[in-house]
């Protein structure tokens, strides 16, 4: 194997790909990156046997081959070399690196050793834009559970229904939904996506330029995510996602409509307290105005006026302060609804001009 490339090519390719690379593997090889030149491609791949990311540059092929080679290393080597071309012979298993200004020998690993690329059947499949996707994934999968005994609550549910493709994720304590627009779509796509792919997906979109739409892949076990020389392939969570629609309140006692950021910042500051009670807040709405407060700890207590739009009956409700903040810092609008029912009753949350994002936060006992 003996090819020349770009430096930046070579960074790009494995800042992408090394996200499938979780470094607790108790197999050598897939701490590594997996590289194979053919024609004019330099191909890379990376795995943990349940998300596997493939990735493609172009690459000054003289003699193609494969190997594998520590992705931690490489990518650290790579990435403090100048902005230049890289030439690469492998010699057995042995990567040697040179600039003009420098070289070094890797010692890989044989490809023979690297499990194979999964295939997706094509059972179902839709398609949107890069843009759309980015903004429901930062919109949903901050709600998934991340340490959970019950797995189902660790992913994202996917589900599409003629032009729409609703994603969801929650925790119990909290639940956010997203209607996205599909722009084309096929076959019947209902699954559970891990929360972990979903945000290092997100965290590739976001590092993407040109690229404008995603194709995505839908079979019994695995998930398929296609954009620009990017594959992202993962394998899906068994079981029945919860029946989320029926905790979604369908009618409010108080409606209160909020300036994002005058409450973000009232929230921050009360947090100060409430984090010492669990992040108790409690809402209190009453003579036109909103009583916000924390029970009181050995460091003290606090209490915040503000004053936004009320429509309804008023009432009390206790929250948790912190599950607040990190969903206003996700709203995606300057402006925001939040609705009230009984002290029992979920509170509901949504952008004030938009009805195609609803984020859910079950009370606490007042």
Known sequence: MRLTCLQKDLASA??????????????????????????????????????TILFHVEADIQEGGEITIPAKMFTSYVNYLK????????????????????????????????????????EGEFTLSVADLKKGIDQVVFAAAMNTTRPILGGVYFSVEGNNLCMVSTDSYRLSEKTLLVKSSRGEVTCVVPARTIMELGAILDSMGAADEVQVVVAKNQ?????????????LIEGQFPNYKQIIPDSSKTQLEFTVSELSLAMKRINIFARENNNKVIFQVKDGQVLVTTESTQYGEGEIVLSPIIQGDGGEIALNSQFLLESLSHMGSSTMRMEMGEKVSPVMLKP???????????????
């Open 14 to 51: 494995l800042l992408i790909t090394s996200k499938a690379v979780d470094g607790n593997n108790t197999l050598p090889v897939l701490n590594n990156v997996y590289l194979k030149a053919e024609g004019k491609t330099l191909f890379f791949t990376a795995t943990n046997l349940e998300l």
């Open 83 to 122: 902005d230049q071309k890289v030439d690469m012979v492998v010699e057995g298993t042995d990567v040697h690196l040179k600039t003009s200004d420098s070289k070094t020998t890797i010692k890989g690993i044989s490809a023979a050793e690297f499990p194979p690329v999964p295939s997706v059947e094509n």
């Open 223 to 235: 998930i398929q995510f296609n954009v620009g020389a990017i594959t992202l392939i993962s394998c």
């Open 352 to 366: 004030k001009d938009a009805d195609d994002y609803i984020h859910i936060i079950m009370p606490l006992k007042i």
